[in-house]
């Protein structure tokens, strides 16, 4: 299958504040693709030269054989974009935001464009300044759809929607994927991507690390579970289960903190032995797990050991 957004070397720089180096990556037609890092990786810098918005220090761009400066204005008729800090006049409705946007586009399908609008129950009557975030973020979500575009560039799409919502970027991205058409998503949460990416771009500090399948994904995903007990409980019980990374003790032995890398299975049986007062579950953010994961060159760290 074809590459329907090549890059190449693309550098940009912002003096002495952190831009892209040397990044690289192809996207195949009718994939979704997740470009996953940190908040101030170099995420947005890439989307905006992707966009023709920045201009690259060097490196090369092209969407569907077209440069990305070059070409901009016949790229921009293939692409939904969302900008992760979108600027709309707040004196107009959101019904006539969309309208701009389609006549923008030369006209869009009116029966589509109200299934979306049903889809994420938007009131399009109300003024973008009387919107909440989730219903700004809405309005976004559906001008970059609703023409169907070949190819959609989402910076932080899902930023401010609640879970239902987000629930429902999910299918409308699985459709858009099911008709062949291609997702760039760019995102700092690690589920966001899990469900709904083919393949992944890991960036940090304005350089690539990672690109592959989602098993990247699986390759640095933790999460922390904490179980308290009645009774103090020895921390040699968790040490070596199945997808245990790291083990504390705490509160003298009646509770213990676990990073977790896999399933919990093994340590929800074990603990199942014990009186358990309380069991929590929690998804440390992105930049905590590359702090944890990545060392200050870009390369993973090596696996932590089992401490007490």
Same mark, same amino acid.
């Given at each position: 299958?074809?590459?329907?957004?090549?890059?190449?070397?693309?550098?940009?720089?912002?003096?002495?504040?952190?831009?892209?180096?040397?990044?690289?990556?192809?996207?195949?037609?009718?994939?979704?693709?997740?470009?996953?890092?940190?908040?101030?990786?170099?995420?947005?810098?890439?989307?905006?030269?992707?966009?023709?918005?920045?201009?690259?220090?060097?490196?090369?761009?092209?969407?569907?054989?077209?440069?990305?400066?070059?070409?901009?204005?016949?790229?921009?008729?293939?692409?939904?974009?969302?900008?992760?800090?979108?600027?709309?006049?707040?004196?107009?409705?959101?019904?006539?935001?969309?309208?701009?946007?389609?006549?923008?586009?030369?006209?869009?399908?009116?029966?589509?464009?109200?299934?979306?609008?049903?889809?994420?129950?938007?009131?399009?009557?109300?003024?973008?300044?009387?919107?909440?975030?989730?219903?700004?973020?809405?309005?976004?979500?559906?001008?970059?759809?609703?023409?169907?575009?070949?190819?959609?560039?989402?910076?932080?799409?899902?930023?401010?929607?609640?879970? @239902?919502?987000? /629930?429902?970027?999910?299918?409308? #991205?699985?459709?858009?994927?099911?008709?062949?058409?291609? *997702?760039? $998503?760019? &995102?700092?949460?690690?589920?966001?991507?899990?469900?709904?990416?083919?393949?992944?771009?890991?960036?940090?500090?304005?350089?690539?690390?990672?690109?592959?399948?989602?098993?990247?994904?699986?390759?640095?995903?933790?999460?922390?579970?904490?179980?308290?007990?009645?009774?103090?409980?020895?921390?040699?019980?968790?040490?070596?289960?199945?997808?245990?990374?790291?083990?504390?003790?705490?509160?003298?032995?009646?509770?213990?903190? @676990?990073?977790? /890398?896999?399933?919990?299975?093994? #340590?929800?049986?074990?603990?199942?032995?014990?009186?358990? *007062?309380? $069991?929590? &579950?929690?998804?440390?953010?992105?930049?905590?797990?590359?702090?944890?994961?990545?060392?200050?060159?870009?390369?993973?760290?090596?696996?932590?050991?089992?401490?007490?």
């Amino acid at each position: 299958m074809a590459a329907i957004i090549e890059v190449e070397k693309l550098t940009k720089s912002y003096g002495g504040k952190r831009g892209i180096a040397d990044v690289s990556l192809q996207v195949e037609e009718g994939e979704v693709f997740g470009f996953l890092g940190p908040n101030g990786a170099g995420k947005t810098t890439t989307i905006r030269l992707l966009m023709a918005l920045l201009h690259a220090d060097s490196g090369t761009a092209r969407i569907a054989g077209l440069d990305c400066w070059k070409e901009s204005v016949a790229i921009k008729r293939l692409i939904g974009y969302i900008p992760g800090e979108p600027a709309l006049d707040p004196n107009l409705t959101g019904g006539q935001i969309l309208e701009y946007f389609a006549h923008l586009r030369g006209g869009v399908d009116q029966s589509y464009l109200e299934q979306l609008i049903q889809r994420f129950d938007l009131d399009t009557s109300r003024k973008f300044r009387q919107y909440s975030t989730g219903n700004k973020r809405k309005v976004v979500l559906i001008q970059a759809f609703m023409h169907r575009p070949r190819l959609l560039i989402l910076d932080e799409p899902t930023s401010g929607l609640d879970p @239902l919502n987000q /629930q429902e970027f999910d299918r409308m #991205v699985k459709d858009v994927r099911d008709e062949g058409r291609t *997702v760039f $998503l760019s &995102s700092h949460v690690l589920s966001e991507v899990e469900k709904t990416c083919t393949r992944v771009g890991i960036i940090r500090d304005g350089s690539l690390v990672r690109i592959g399948g989602m098993a990247e994904v699986s390759a640095i995903k933790r999460y922390e579970i904490t179980i308290t007990f009645a009774d103090p409980v020895p921390v040699e019980t968790f040490k070596t289960l199945d997808g245990v990374a790291e083990v504390e003790s705490l509160n003298h032995g009646h509770g213990v903190r @676990l990073a977790m /890398q896999g399933p919990a299975d093994a #340590v929800i049986k074990a603990a199942a032995r014990y009186p358990v *007062v309380s $069991l929590t &579950s929690h998804e440390p953010s992105l930049e905590d797990i590359f702090l944890r994961y990545y060392q200050a060159d870009g390369a993973p760290a090596k696996e932590p050991q089992s401490v007490a």
